[in-house]
């Protein structure tokens, strides 16, 4: 029995040593970081047989290459330079990324949501900003909450709240009105992207939670829809901390200046969100509302919620904090989505007015001003702009999953790996990413044909035969597929619809002389930003006329 080794090692703090322990922080430790990051993972890459461009930047990986080519074109020029469907890059800080236009591949990994989480650093950022809601829960959580919201989605559901878009519809038609100059025959200049924004909130508030921002009346002041954006700006504002806080989602609890403006506002959301539950709860309690009653009253999706959570079981039921929580996720996912998608919209009938002639004349020809869902639904020619609108510009041009289990993913075209031989399948680690190129794939010659460029709603009259994408509508990516399918698309269509039925039938659009425009993603939304004026943010300044002048 060593008596000797049980003694503390004598360890004296004498300058040398402490020289040694700084000199293997400062050196060994980053060194270490630096070679696990990059050789070591670069070594033991399972899928490091697949092609793909070499990083141009340690810190950035090959991003900066990717995200500089214009949105729909970032990753048809690695496809075609690597002649594969299914390639491999480095992402921010040495993380490994893979990018697929393989049908097979995307949909095994929209589907397979036990093995393929949204990115964690994004899930901790919504959770920050509006609570654990169904834009940020994954697993069992998601799948109770989504069973919950189902039911305030489902086409009925949707076709009940038809009222409501016109009333927003038209209520839109009188501000935009208001904005025009009086005398100015060939129209005034408006930012159509306000007014959309402004409309897509007041939507999301009533049909969400019955709750009335009206945005135009306030000029955008209105005290939850101004305690959202500071929110957002708060949390977005400083790109740089968004960017480590992809890779390193601890660093949300940094207590910087940025993060306290956050959790101020959070606080406000939070209170009004349980002011605006407790309120729609208590009219259930009264019975005030019934859900036979005609009218829309009761119908929004937190009633219905609320509804559909006494019914459930007490596993299966959404916890108070859940509910309140869908309040920002309706704001987050509802709002700019649509907005920007109208924004588009309006660039397209500007651009092409022959298309804007032929789509006023097929609204104008209803003698209805509040058409019902079927005979708006019926309109061959808005189905077909609104299609190939969501084709060319999806306001999400691309999603990304992170694996977090290992795992396989498998190819429908096998590819050519580095060594020669095919690959069918990738084996993947846990923590790597996975792009979905939406915006591509809406694109892809191969499917869309040669002219898959071109903005042309008369391709979906059902003669052009073309291969599917493994999306929830219209054989397209826009809305995704899978679990995580945007739950608010059949409430998006009807929305869209409904705002250009009455646009077209009271304004013409033209464009700004000398304005261009580029499609810009920072972040998740596909933006428009004019050139030349990049510091003004997004905007769709186009001239508008009031038909009535004619
Ligand atoms: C044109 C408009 C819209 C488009 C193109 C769109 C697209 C998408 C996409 C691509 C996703 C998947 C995001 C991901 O998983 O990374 C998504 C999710 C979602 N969307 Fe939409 N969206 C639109 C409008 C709306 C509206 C109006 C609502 C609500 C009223 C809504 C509610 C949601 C929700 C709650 C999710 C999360 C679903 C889940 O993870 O289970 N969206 N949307």
């Known amino acids: ?38 050789p070591y993972t670069a070594a033991t890459l399972p899928f490091k047989n697949l092609r793909g461009p070499e990083p141009t930047s340690g810190f950035f990986g090959s991003l900066i290459t990717v995200s ?36 097979t591949a995307i949909a095994h990994v929209l589907r397979h949501t036990g093995q393929w989480h949204r990115n964690e650093g994004f899930n901790g950022l919504i959770e920050r900003m509006t609570g654990a809601n169904v834009l940020c829960v994954e697993d069992e959580p998601h799948r109770r909450q989504r069973r919950i919201l189902n039911s305030a989605f489902n086409g009925t559901s949707v076709s009940a709240m038809m009222p409501m878009f016109w009333e927003e519809a038209y209520d ?46 306030v000029n955008g002041e209105n005290p939850l829809s101004k305690a959202f954006n500071d929110m957002i700006n708060g949390m977005l504002e400083n790109r740089k901390l968004v960017l480590v806080q992809n890779i390193f ?22 209170g009004i969100a349980r002011d605006i539950v407790q309120s729609r709860r208590a ?78 004349a097929e609204v104008m020809a209803v003698p209805d001003d509040e058409p019902s869902v079927e005979v708006l639904n019926g309109l061959p020619y808005l189905d077909g702009f609104v299609r190939e609108l969501l084709r060319l510009d999806p306001p999400l041009p691309q999603v990304v999953r992170t694996a977090a289990v290992d795992c396989v993913v498998p190819l429908g075209t096998p590819v050519q790996g580095r060594d020669g031989s095919l690959i069918s399948e990738i084996r993947v ?15 892809d010659p191969r499917i869309w044909g040669a ?52 646009v077209l039938r009271n304004f013409a659009f033209e464009p700004v002389p000398g304005k261009q425009f580029i499609r810009f993603s920072a972040g998740i939304i596909q933006r428009s930003i004019v050139i030349g004026e990049e510091s003004k943010g997004m905007q769709m300044p186009v001239i508008v ?4 002048s004619e």
């Not at 005030?288 to 009218?295: A, R």
């Not at 006329?545 to 009535?548: N, P, Q």
């Open 1 to 38: 029995m060593s008596t000797v080794l049980a003694q503390p090692l004598p360890l004296t703090l004498t300058p040398q040593v402490v020289g040694y322990v700084l000199l293997s922080l400062v050196v060994v430790a980053p060194l270490a970081l630096w070679f696990y990051l990059y």
């Open 68 to 103: 500089t080519k214009p949105i729909g074109q970032r990753y048809a020029s690695l496809t075609e330079q690597y002649g594969a469907s299914t390639v491999r890059f480095r992402g921010l800080v040495g993380r490994w990324r893979i990018m697929s236009t393989d049908t």
């Open 172 to 217: 839109l038609k009188k501000n935009v009105e208001e904005l025009l100059v009086e005398g100015q025959e060939k129209g005034t200049q408006v930012d159509m992207l306000q007014v959309y924004v402004r409309t897509a909130m007041d939507i999301i508030g009533r049909a969400g939670f019955n709750y009335y921002f009206e945005q135009h009346k």
């Open 249 to 270: 989602p601890q660093a949300l609890d940094l207590p910087t200046a940025n993060h306290r403006r956050v959790a101020k506002s959070r606080a406000v959301l939070d």
């Open 283 to 360: 009219e259930i309690a009264r019975d005030h509302i019934s859900l036979d009653k005609g009218d829309y009253e009761g119908k929004d999706v937190i009633s219905l919620c609320l509804r559909a959570n006494m019914g459930a079981s007490e596993r299966d039921r959404m916890t108070e904090a859940e509910i309140e929580g869908q309040i920002g996720a309706l704001m987050l996912a509802g709002n700019e989505t649509s907005a920007t998608a109208l924004s588009w919209a309006t660039l397209h009938l500007f651009e092409n007015p022959d298309i804007q002639a032929k789509l006023r």
């Open 429 to 443: 680690s846990k923590g790597t990413d996975f792009v979905v190129p939406i915006s591509e794939m809406n694109r």
């Open 451 to 502: 002219d898959a460029d071109k903005f042309n709603p008369d391709r979906y009259d059902g003669t052009v035969p073309r291969v599917s994408l493994p999306g929830v509508w219209g054989g397209l990516l826009s809305f995704i597929g899978g679990p995580h399918h945007c739950l608010g698309f059949r409430f998006a269509l009807l929305e869209i619809k409904a705002v250009l039925f009455v």
């Open 545 to 548: 006329r009031a038909l009535e």
